[in-house]
Structure formats: C-alpha cells, structure tokens
C-alpha cells in the first residue's frame, strides 16, 4: 500500500471561516465530553437510587426498580436515541413542541436527547453495580446498624453505601468508559462530536486514514487519562481485605 500519510492537513484551512480541521476535533472532543460527563453525573445519582430500591426489603420499589433495568437495559442504545429525539418530542405540550424543535438550536435539541437517552440507559447499568456492590457486603453490616439504633435510611448512608461504592470501583470505571465511548451514536442525530467531526474532516479534506487515525488517538489518551484517574481513587479509598484491598 503506497499511501502518502499527510498530517499537515489538520492544520489546513477547512475552507469555512478562518477554522482549521484541527478545531473540528477540538470541538467535537468538547462536545464528546460534555455529553458523557452530565448524562454520568445524571446516570450515577439515578442509578445509585434505583441500586438501593433493588435491595429494600418489600415488594413495589424493588419490582419498580428491576422493571426499569429490564427495560433499558434490553432495548437497544440506538433505538432509545431514535425514541428521545423523534418520538417523544412530538408527545409533550405543544408549547414544550415548538420550544424543543424550533426555538432550540438543533445542537442543543440534539444535546438534550443524547443526554438523557446515555444516562437513562447506563443508570440501569449502574443500578446493577449499585446492587450487587451492596448484596456483597456481609449481612452482618446491616443487622449491626439496624441493633444500634440507626434506621434505614442512615444504614445506607452511612453503612452500605460508603463500603459498596469502595467494592464496586473496577465495574463503575468500566461504565464511566463506555459512557464517553458511547457518545458516538450523537452524530446519528445530528450532535457534531467526536465521530461526526472526524467523518466530516475525511469527508472535506479526503484524508480519511488521517482523520480516524487521530480520532482513535484521542479516544485512546482519553479513556486511558480517565482509567488512570479512577485506578488512583480505587487506590486511595480500597477496603482492606476487599476487591484487592491491601492487608
């Protein structure tokens, strides 16, 4: 394969204002992050809830909770996009109507639906982490809390919760990976991050093997930057004897 390799063309003119490709990827990095970072603030509160309501003795909340998971969980990620962006709009008041599809600039229209789709979709993810980091504890922890006089709500406050987010760091990271990995499926609807800056630059400049060879380095520092950052915060907050806890 003789093919000429020319990175000089990211800091060619794009032919639209004075840009450069180079500020296509940097704009779409930043669209990139700003997706996964709220849809994961959303994903990990809603989740974390939904994990709790899962271990609660009765029946509602835990049924309630498992429901949600089958259901997000089970539903393809793309067909959920499709649903928030294009069904459900046309389902709200008329006046949240106009608002969302006329007065919104399509990005933000766009921003909105991929946010809530990624985080509606990994809080179920995260409701399972959530679930299993609390079942894994010993059964004592909650008896002892229950004897001392706490209730409920402070059990898992300031009993379950604290040593199962510490257990359940590894899987958490794994999520939080996909989350940015998944933000992909924006450019499907129009929200020009990563993935679609990058087709858009092989597109205009016919440097094709350029524009997704830098892409996969962006997402590879990027994932790699955000696994180095959770391994230290497992470091720092492991239980001994637990998960590879130190002794």
């Not at 994903?43 to 835990?62: C, D, E, I, N, Q």
């Not at 898992?156 to 590894?170: E, G």
């Given at each position: 394969?003789?093919?000429?390799?020319?990175?000089?063309?990211?800091?060619?003119?794009?032919?639209?204002?004075?840009?450069?490709?180079?500020?296509?990827?940097?704009?779409?990095?930043?669209?990139?992050?700003?997706?996964?970072?709220?849809?994961?603030?959303?994903?990990?509160?809603l989740g974390?809830?939904?994990g709790v309501?899962?271990?609660?003795?009765?029946?509602?909340?835990?049924?309630?909770?498992?429901?949600?998971?089958?259901?997000?969980?089970?539903?393809?990620?793309?067909?959920?996009?499709?649903?928030?962006?294009?069904?459900?709009?046309?389902?709200?008041?008329?006046?949240?109507?106009?608002?969302?599809?006329?007065?919104?600039?399509?990005?933000?229209?766009?921003?909105?639906?991929?946010?809530?789709?990624?985080?509606?979709?990994?809080?179920?993810?995260?409701?399972?982490?959530?679930?299993?980091?609390?079942?894994?504890?010993?059964?004592?922890?909650?008896?002892?809390?229950?004897?001392?006089?706490?209730?409920?709500?402070?059990?898992?406050?300031?009993?379950?919760?604290?040593?199962?987010?510490?257990?359940?760091?590894?899987?958490?990271?794994?999520?939080?990976?996909?989350?940015?990995?998944?933000?992909?499926?924006?450019?499907?609807?129009?929200?020009?991050?990563l993935l679609?800056?990058?087709?858009?630059?092989?597109?205009?400049?016919?440097?094709?093997?350029?524009?997704?060879?830098?892409?996969?380095?962006?997402?590879?520092?990027?994932?790699?930057?955000?696994?180095?950052?959770?391994?230290?915060?497992?470091?720092?907050?492991?239980?001994?004897?637990?998960?590879?806890?130190?002794?």
């Amino acid at each position: 394969m003789n093919y000429h390799w020319d990175w000089s063309v990211f800091f060619k003119s794009t032919g639209i204002g004075s840009e450069i490709y180079l500020d296509w990827f940097v704009s779409g990095l930043g669209w990139t992050i700003a997706v996964a970072m709220v849809a994961w603030s959303i994903a990990l509160l809603l989740g974390s809830v939904l994990g709790v309501m899962r271990t609660l003795p009765g029946k509602w909340l835990p049924r309630i909770a498992t429901a949600y998971v089958e259901l997000f969980r089970n539903v393809p990620l793309l067909v959920q996009l499709f649903i928030w962006y294009f069904v459900v709009p046309d389902y709200l008041p008329e006046s949240t109507q106009i608002w969302f599809k006329q007065e919104l600039h399509p990005s933000t229209s766009a921003y909105i639906s991929v946010v809530v789709c990624l985080a509606l979709f990994t809080a179920a993810r995260v409701c399972e982490q959530v679930r299993t980091g609390i079942q894994a504890l010993p059964k004592g922890q909650g008896a002892a809390a229950l004897a001392v006089g706490f209730s409920v709500a402070q059990m898992y406050r300031h009993v379950l919760l604290p040593q199962a987010f510490r257990v359940i760091i590894p899987p958490l990271t794994s999520e939080f990976l996909n989350i940015f990995k998944n933000t992909s499926i924006a450019s499907l609807i129009g929200l020009m991050e990563l993935l679609a800056q990058t087709k858009q630059t092989a597109e205009f400049s016919a440097n094709m093997f350029e524009a997704f060879t830098l892409a996969t380095v962006i997402y590879f520092i990027l994932n790699m930057s955000l696994m180095g950052l959770m391994s230290l915060i497992e470091k720092k907050v492991r239980i001994p004897g637990m998960m590879g806890g130190a002794k």
